[in-house]
C-alpha cells in the first residue's frame, strides 16, 4: 500500500440481522487530506465511521490504518486513530485539565511528555481560557473542542471527526470549521457530516453515501464542475428568432421565460457562448444579459441520492 494512503478501506458490509446497513463500500483516504463523508441521516455514514475506527466490526471486508490491519492487529492500528463520536466521550465532573491528562495517560504517553502534550492540544483547540473549568459547565461549542482535544492529544495520523458542529451555533461552527482547517495542515481528517455547506468549506474531496451504498466520488474541483451547468439565461433588446438560437452549435433547447429572459440549454461537449456573443454583437442583437445557471450543492446531493434510491428501487 501506498506510504500516503493512510486509511483503506475494501469492499465493507455491516448486517444488522437481515438489513444490510453498509454495502459494498470502498475507498481511501491520503495524507494531509480532508475527505467530507456526506449522506442523509440513516444512510450509513456512522456505522462507516465506527468500523473505520474499530468500534463496530464489519460483517465482511478490510480496513488497513496507517498500513497495519485493523482486525488482524486493532490495537497497533488504533494509534494511528483520533476519532470524535457524534456524542463527544466527556467526563463532565472533570476540569478540562484533567480529562486530557486522563486522555494522554490513556494513549499512553510517557508519563514525562503527557504535559507536553496536553498544552499542545490545548493550544490547537483553543481552550487555554477553561482550561481549568469544569467541562459540564462548557458551552457546546467548547465541548466540542475538548472533544476534538482528545483526539489529537497522541498526534495521530488520521483524525475521525462524526458530526463535528451538530448542535452548535453559528458562530461556534464557524468557529470549529476554522479548527478543522488548522488541523488538516498537519493531520489527514475524514468528516461524517449531513450539512452541506461544510462540504464546501474544508473539505478536498467529498463522498457520498446512501442507503448504506457510495453513490459519488469526487473532488470540490469535481464537485464544483458538477454544479456548473449546460444552460445559461440571456437577455437581448433586440431578440434573434428561436430558430436562430437553436442553431447554435451545441443549443438542444430554447425556453423563452418571462421579462423577456431566454433559457439557453447545450451540451457540455459544445459551450455556444462565444458564437453567441459574436453573433449578437455582428448582427445587432445587443446583449445585455448573460448569466450561466449554476446547481447548488443541495440539489446536486437531492439528485444523486434520489437517482440512488430509484435504481435500488427498481432493482
Not at 63 to 71: F, M, P, Q, T, Y
Not at 111 to 136: P, S
Not at 258 to 279: A, H, K, M
Request: with cysteine; proline share 5%; hydrophobic share 35%.
Amino acid at each position: 500500500m501506498d506510504q500516503d494512503t493512510l486509511i483503506r478501506a475494501e469492499q465493507l458490509y455491516r448486517y444488522y440481522g437481515g438489513y444490510c446497513a453498509v454495502k459494498e463500500v470502498s475507498f481511501d483516504v491520503r495524507r494531509g487530506e480532508v475527505l467530507g463523508f456526506l449522506g442523509p441521516n440513516g444512510a450509513g455514514k456512522s456505522t462507516t465511521m465506527q468500523m473505520l475506527t474499530g468500534n463496530l466490526a464489519p460483517s465482511a471486508g478490510q480496513i488497513w490504518i496507517n498500513g497495519v490491519d485493523l482486525l488482524d492487529r486493532p490495537k497497533e492500528a488504533k494509534q494511528s486513530l483520533g476519532y470524535l463520536p457524534e456524542d463527544p466521550p466527556l467526563y463532565r465532573d472533570l476540569i478540562v485539565k484533567e480529562y486530557l491528562s486522563f486522555c494522554a495517560r490513556i494513549n499512553r504517553i510517557p508519563d514525562n511528555q503527557q504535559t507536553n502534550a496536553v498544552m499542545t492540544a490545548v493550544e490547537r483547540c483553543g481552550l487555554k481560557n477553561v482550561y481549568g473549568r469544569l467541562i459540564g459547565n462548557l458551552s457546546k461549542g467548547y465541548q466540542q473542542r475538548v472533544g476534538i482535544a482528545q483526539a489529537i492529544i497522541h498526534s495521530p495520523p488520521v483524525i475521525i471527526l462524526d458530526e463535528p458542529t451538530v448542535g452548535l451555533d453559528p458562530i461556534q461552527i464557524r468557529e470549529i470549521r476554522d479548527l478543522i482547517r488548522q488541523l488538516a495542515q498537519e493531520h489527514s481528517v475524514i468528516i461524517s457530516t449531513h450539512i452541506l455547506p461544510e462540504v464546501q468549506t474544508i473539505c478536498d474531496r467529498v463522498q457520498i453515501i446512501n442507503r448504506g451504498e457510495l453513490v459519488l466520488t469526487d473532488t470540490i474541483e469535481g464537485l464544483s464542475h458538477r454544479m456548473g451547468s449546460s444552460s445559461i439565461f440571456v437577455r437581448f433588446n433586440q431578440p434573434p428568432q428561436k430558430e436562430i438560437l437553436m442553431s447554435l452549435k451545441g443549443v438542444n433547447q430554447v425556453t423563452i421565460e418571462g421579462d423577456g429572459q431566454i433559457r439557453i440549454s447545450y451540451n457540455p461537449e459544445q459551450d455556444p457562448i462565444d458564437e453567441l456573443v459574436t453573433r449578437a454583437a455582428n448582427e445587432g442583437w445587443r446583449l445585455r444579459e448573460l448569466t450561466p445557471e449554476r446547481h447548488s450543492l443541495e440539489e446536486i446531493f437531492v439528485a444523486i441520492t434520489q437517482q440512488n434510491q430509484t435504481q435500488q428501487e427498481a432493482t
